[in-house]
């Protein structure tokens, strides 16, 4: 990590930056890594949090992922860190499961990009030789789970009594999957002197008496405490789609192309996204435009002017380029992805469903951010209505409907003499041929004949199947907010999720057993996404665990071989 560089002689180096984020004190390496990628402005929980995290303070901040809240914890931590004399490592981020020790160790870096900070994520079920060298050889931050986190410390190959910051990310999480006693093991060997800062999508009892005991006098952060004014959010038929990351632009073509949208806005957080998704629309044969903060002024002015005179039909464009334009109504919000905050959602499709008219707003989310979604839903008083992606098959049902359309159309229109005497020219063959051919080969001018791929449809979401296990098991919350309804739409999208076998696992209660033990034998033997599981239900002598049907009989075999918390287990097909 480069150190030494003070954060007064940055400051004239600092123009040219996101006035944003240059007003909430970070320094030029920070700023030229966020302007790299792409990032315009800050998100309301960065704006709250980084300011006092950088000034020292402890924190206790209530939101979700989708808020922007891993940049809000490692811009202060790696700003700090560079200033600091070097101890390795020097902060430990502590998260509930391996995904996001992945995905929060690779934030870490790339924000980290030019104070070369080096990361380390560290999770059970991963060879522990390998994260044994990289401990030895030193890293900067450690982003564990706690089970492998107390693992290490035990063996004393983490060794934290040096360490300077320590983040607890989805708080609430952990403690969902019973990683309690391993925090307070975890903490209780850290410096008094640390730096602390807690994240949780809710705070009940249980996470504020966490704070209360590894926390000082923290500075407390909730975003969007004030529902939206009554009236002030617009009535538009909200939709979303939850779709895994990779198969988030191949989702929005879908969407777009199902939706037949010919004059949308699509909402992205980044320029670096816009452009992307400008790219993939236009090499998809449709005509859209970009437009973000990163052009210039006549750049912006000659995209609005194709919109507005109809040229083009989708407008791709971040939050920060959208704001201050006169944008006609348009049929369509599409948010690439969800926004970070329920004001800014709002702002959004209040583009759609002006004077009266309809309006549709569709959301592209990841499964992660589902909680920020009903977040949503909560504060503007309206429902999202949760639909499963439209398969290929909707697509091209679809684009049979609007070739009929226009043909339709054209007959209406008339005249079509020249164009019959085509069909004459054609005799040789029976006039219905002709025009199934002519058909065809309009279908195949709109992209009609392109290849697509299924998109797969996601399992229900792993943190509401923890709750209700919770519930189930006699020792449950009951539905903390946001959690107890279920989305619109839902139904259908039980139906394709309806193929769950239930395995019954020997192991119960009695033994100690918790959701986050069995979940993370079957992700961790199995190898499989911890987001596949389904419901986990935790009676006195056994339990029961939802899974995909595709995948039951492996996890049936290698659990079979495993061993859950030391003990061999019976697993198998669960009958009522
Ligand atoms: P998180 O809530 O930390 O999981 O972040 C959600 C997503 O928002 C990530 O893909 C980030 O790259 C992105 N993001 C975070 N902060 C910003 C920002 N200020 N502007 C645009 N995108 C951001």
Known sequence: MKHGSSSESAVPTV????????????????????????????TPIQREAIPPLLAGRDLLGQAATGTGKTAAFALPMLQRLSHAARVRPSALVLVPTRELAIQVGEAVQRYGKELQVSVLPVYGGQAIGPQLHALKRGVDVVVATPGRALDHI?????????????????????????????????????????QTALFSATIPPRIRAIAHRHLQNPIEITIAKEPVKAGTAPRVQQTAHIVAR????????????????????????????????????????????????????????????????????????????????????????????????????????????????????????????????????????????????????????????????????????????????????????????????????????????RQEQEIPVRPPEFGRSIREARHSDGRGHSGSSGVG???????????????????????????????????????????????????IEIEHRFSIVDVPASMASGIIEVLGRARIKGRRVPVRLFRE
Do not use: W
Not at 276 to 305: C, F, K, N, P, Y
Not at 328 to 340: A, G, T
């Open 15 to 42: 123009t040219g930056f996101s006035p944003g984020f240059v007003a909430l004190g970070l320094e030029a390496p920070l700023l030229a890594t966020l302007e790299t990628l792409g990032y315009e402005e800050p």
């Open 154 to 194: 035990r063996r004393g190959t983490l060794k934290l009594q040096e360490v300077r910051i320590v983040v607890l990310d989805e708080a609430d999480e952990m403690l969902d999957m019973g990683f309690a006693e391993d925090l307070d093991a975890i903490l209780v060997g850290t410096p008094k002197t640390k």
């Open 246 to 449: 990779p198969y988030r632009a191949a989702a929005l073509a879908r969407v777009i192309e199902v939706a037949g949208a010919n004059s949308a806005l699509v909402f992205c957080r980044t320029r670096l996204e816009v452009d992307e998704v400008t790219a993939m629309l236009t090499g998809r044969g449709h005509r859209a435009e970009a437009i973000h903060g990163g052009m210039s002024q006549g750049q912006r002015d000659r995209v609005m002017q194709a919109f507005k005179a109809g040229q083009t039909e989708l407008l791709v464009a971040t939050d920060v380029a959208a704001r201050g334009l006169d944008i006609p109504q348009v049929s369509h919000v599409i948010n690439y992805d969800l926004p970070s905050s329920a004001e800014i959602y709002v702002h959004r499709i209040g583009r759609t469903g002006r004077a009266g008219r309809e309006g549709a707003a569709i959301t592209i989310l990841d499964p992660r951010e589902q909680r920020l979604l009903r977040s949503i839903e909560q504060h503007t008083k309206a429902r999202v209505a949760v639909l499963p992606i439209p398969s290929v098959s909707d697509l091209r049902a679809r684009q049979l409907d609007r070739v009929q359309a226009a043909v339709e159309q054209v007959l209406r229109d008339g005249p079509l003499d020249a164009f019959k005497r085509l069909v004459e020219r054609l005799s040789a063959h029976p006039p219905e041929e002709v025009a199934a051919a002519a058909l065809k080969l309009l279908v195949r001018a709109q992209g009609g004949e």
């Open 485 to 535: 309804r279920p989305p619109a739409g839902r139904t259908r999208q039980d139906k394709r999720t309806a193929e769950m076998a239930r395995l019954y696992i020997g192991v119960g209660r009695e033994a100690g057993i918790r959701p986050g033990d069995l979940v993370g034998a079957i992700a961790n033997e199995a190898r499989i996404n911890s987001n596949a599981i389904g419901t």
